[in-house]
């Protein structure tokens, strides 16, 4: 089967080997992410999906945030190093995309829809998810290596303090990313039988 879109997505892919050799220009990374997170859809056109572009120095920062904040959770000096060390591969990256969701417009739906309320914080899951995988596959596009991570909470509140985030926004994810400095590992999927069931 081909299909463009499909063969996007089918390449996108964990990329942890990253770099600083990106020849886009901040402005450029910065106009596509934003422009593709304005083009997630969202339930409800909420939009409710928010995000700080962390690049160059900013983006350093912030792995050596997490990375001092996990030392707190090492059993011992080796486990300390290899956090310390995974951390680096992090920061070897040119940025990161910090996804929050707007905690004040999501209850403002569960306010004006009632009826709705229990699921708005749900779909607002879905919207972040779909604007993560929308940027990450915008990246893909631009022969750039991405992998996303969950360091939320433990740096939430640095985070907030350090960028002057509204507290209204949550964080739900770190997409790091640069240029490809190695290959992804092989994938595997499961046999269709057991993920899919089709009627006609």
Do not use: C
Request: proline residues 3%; aromatic residues 12%; hydrophobic residues 40%.
């Amino acid at each position: 089967m081909s299909n463009q879109f499909l063969d996007l997505i089918t390449k996108r892919r964990t990329i942890y080997a990253i770099g600083k050799n990106v020849v886009q220009t901040p402005e450029y990374l910065t106009d596509l992410i934003q422009n593709t997170i304005k083009q997630s859809p969202s339930s409800f056109n909420s939009q409710s999906s928010r995000a700080v572009i962390l690049l160059n120095a900013q983006h350093e920062k912030f792995w050596s945030f997490v990375a001092d904040a996990l030392k707190a959770y090492a059993k011992d000096e080796d486990s300390a190093a290899k956090t310390t060390a995974k951390m680096a591969t992090f920061a070897a990256g040119v940025g990161t995309v910090l996804f929050f969701e707007d905690v004040e417009t999501v209850q403002g739906l569960q306010t004006q829809f009632p009826s709705y309320a229990e699921n708005f914080p749900i779909w607002a899951e879905h919207s972040t998810a779909i604007a993560q995988f929308a940027v990450w596959t915008a990246l893909h596009t631009e022969g750039l290596g991405a992998s996303l991570q969950h360091y939320n909470p433990i740096v939430d509140e640095q985070v907030h303090a350090e960028w002057g985030i509204p507290s209204n926004w949550k964080l739900r994810a770190q997409l790091v990313f640069g240029s490809v400095e190695g290959e992804a590992k092989d994938k595997g999927y499961i046999d269709d039988a057991t993920r899919f069931k089709v009627f006609q």
